[in-house]
């Protein structure tokens, strides 16, 4: 008798166990591992590197992605500057409040808008869309790789901008966007779930309940 209720509680916990698994399942869609979709929901801003090398492989598949990037009427209006000179990413970290992380980088890319490129009028202005879609080309292609960056915002600060051009020797019509640190990661980082439906409206904007 007891040997088959240790039984029956036993069957009543798997079946509570699947039960749970498939109401998971169904709220949270499938993930392929190693699928594109995996890459974008798990890369992470990463802020610390070891210092192995990257390979100049590796930091051509970061720019083939990042040129991969769609822009208003294939203007492609982008420059890439790669800064592997210790001097200058030591000189970016200090003149950078917020990229101090590429004194320890192995390199770090300067995506930049090319104003010599852009549409005329205000639509000359997509040029910050164009080179946001490939910065985040390149952030998805460098953790497919096993490597962490982070984006690190210069356009519209003036003084930081500023600070770029001196420092590369920026001619005026490049306007640099980003700096983007990139090096191995020196720790695992946690991707954050920034999954929202409240952010969610279809069909027009449905006001929030008070």
Known sequence: ?????????????????????LILQRRTPAIQTGS????????????????KPVAKESVETLLRAAMAAPSAVNKQPWAFV??????????LAEA????????????????CGDMRKTLEGEAALFWVQDCSAATE???????????GAVWTGIYPNAARADAVRSILGL???IVPLNVIPVGYPASENT???????????????????E
């Open 137 to 147: 080309n390149l952030l998805l292609a460098a953790h497919a790789q096993g490597l």
């Open 82 to 91: 790669v800064v592997d000179d210790r001097a200058l990413l030591s000189s």
């Open 36 to 51: 594109p979709i995996e890459v974008i929901m798990t890369r992470s801003s990463v802020r610390s590197y070891t210092d």
């Open 191 to 209: 991707p954050k779930d920034k999954w929202k439906p409240e952010n969610i409206h279809t069909n027009g904007w449905q006001a929030e309940a």
């Open 1 to 21: 008798m007891k040997t088959s209720k240790i039984t029956i509680l036993i069957l009543a916990a798997a079946v509570i166990v699947l039960a749970v698994a």
């Open 96 to 111: 950078l409040p917020n990229t101090k992380m590429a004194a320890e980088a192995q390199l770090a890319i300067v995506v």
């Open 171 to 173: 001619p005026s019509y």
